[in-house]
């Protein structure tokens, strides 16, 4: 397996990252026990979580998923764990996701208040990499970046990165880092796939330009890329299918991003593509998300250990430029999908 380092940092990391954002809703601890386990034997040494898992997020939820993860990693040696979570910041009691940026609170109040949190769930005593899960325009970004940089002083963090955020959100926190001669971000953790190349145009430059690493988010794009959504009826046990009559507006719409007639189309266009190549969907999606040299990780996510196989057979698989090509022209032909 190729390792890859994050950043200018030291922190060596396997080409796939097990995500935990099932672990407590859709995922009980048996068979979260049971995902960490098959991932780790498969020589995964990265696994991403957030004080606010899991998903959909909820007051009385929040922070299961991490104390999950923390008992499992009393069987397994800390160091041979890189454990990345994330601060979300605080409004309105707990935790109001974003629906516009500006509704987080990443001060230095909240980033102190939550790593202690995150600390004690994990029941570790230091974390690899912290991030930002929404960058928070109300607060001054040099503000969160000295209490990020306090806490790497602390030893309480090794290195720090970013999340949904944009080039401009990017490139200003680590410009401010450099000009107070704080800790940079070493990662930004973003949705990219098939479906979502996005990536490509902006971010994929300044991640290359500064050895900044992008570490992609939903790589089957929710669940779409493995087809389970082209048949004739939306299954309604799976993410979206139970979204799209969501009472909430904000989930309907994250819904009709994911799936829609263009994603659908796509989708339709890339098994086709897996067949030709005798591979599964979602290992066509996962190999795809992971090629390019500004990746330092792919983050999966599995509600069973039977998910895990086609994202794992990705491992070690770097498509042919062939294959990009016909992607590419995928791509051109149904340009955006998601938005």
């Given at each position: 397996m190729q390792y890859r380092y994050i950043g200018r940092s030291g922190l060596r990391v396997s080409p796939i990252c097990m995500g935990t954002m099932t672990f407590g809703s859709s995922c009980d601890k048996k068979e979260a026990f049971a995902i960490l386990d098959e991932a780790y034997d498969k020589g995964i040494n990265f696994i991403d979580t957030a004080e606010i898992y899991p998903v959909p997020p909820t007051a009385k939820d929040a922070g299961k998923t991490e104390e999950m993860v923390g008992e499992w990693l009393q069987s397994k040696p800390?160091?041979?764990?890189?454990?990345?979570?994330?601060?979300?910041?605080?409004?309105?009691?707990?935790?109001?996701?974003?629906?516009?940026?500006?509704?987080?609170?990443?001060?230095?109040?909240?980033?102190?208040?939550?790593?202690?949190?995150?600390?004690?769930?994990?029941?570790?005593?230091?974390?690899?990499?912290?991030?930002?899960?929404?960058?928070?325009?109300?607060?001054p970004i040099e503000e969160s970046l000295r209490a990020f940089d306090e806490l790497i002083k602390e030893?309480?963090?090794?290195?720090?990165?970013?999340?949904?955020?944009?080039?401009?959100?990017?490139?200003?926190?680590?410009?401010?880092?450099?000009?107070?001669?704080?800790?940079?971000?070493?990662?930004?953790?973003n949705n990219f796939s098939l479906n979502n190349p996005?990536?490509?145009?902006?971010?994929?430059?300044?991640?290359?330009?500064?050895?900044?690493?992008?570490?992609?988010?939903?790589?089957?794009?929710?669940?779409?890329?493995?087809?389970?959504?082209?048949g004739d009826l939306i299954p309604q046990d799976a993410r979206y299918g139970a979204y799209i009559n969501n009472k909430s507006a904000r989930v309907r719409?994250?819904?009709?991003?994911?799936?829609?007639?263009?994603?659908?189309?796509?989708?339709?266009?890339?098994?086709?593509?897996?067949?030709?190549?005798?591979?599964?969907?979602?290992?066509?999606?996962?190999?795809?998300?992971?090629?390019?040299?500004?990746?330092?990780?792919?983050?999966?996510?599995?509600?069973?250990?039977?998910?895990?196989?086609p994202s794992l057979a990705a491992m070690d698989m770097h498509l042919s430029d062939e294959t990009m090509t016909r992607i590419a022209e995928i791509q051109q032909t149904i340009m955006y999908p998601m938005g």
């Open positions: 800390r160091e041979s764990i890189i454990l990345a979570s994330k601060v979300a910041g605080a409004a309105n009691g707990w935790f109001v996701p974003p629906i516009r940026h500006g509704l987080t609170a990443i001060d230095r109040f909240h980033i102190k208040r939550a790593i202690e949190g995150s600390l004690r769930r994990l029941k570790v005593d230091y974390l690899d990499l912290y991030q930002m899960h929404w960058p928070d325009t109300l607060i030893g309480k963090v090794r290195y720090i990165g970013t999340s949904n955020d944009s080039v401009y959100g990017l490139t200003k926190a680590n410009e401010r880092a450099a000009r107070y001669s704080l800790a940079r971000f070493e990662s930004i953790q996005r990536a490509l145009d902006e971010i994929a430059k300044i991640c290359q330009d500064e050895q900044i690493s992008l570490l992609p988010y939903s790589p089957i794009a929710g669940g779409v890329l493995s087809g389970k959504y082209n719409a994250q819904a009709a991003r994911f799936v829609n007639e263009k994603t659908l189309a796509t989708t339709a266009k890339y098994a086709e593509l897996a067949q030709e190549l005798g591979i599964h969907p979602v290992t066509l999606a996962v190999a795809y998300s992971k090629q390019f040299d500004f990746v330092a990780s792919t983050i999966i996510g599995a509600t069973s250990k039977a998910q895990l196989a």
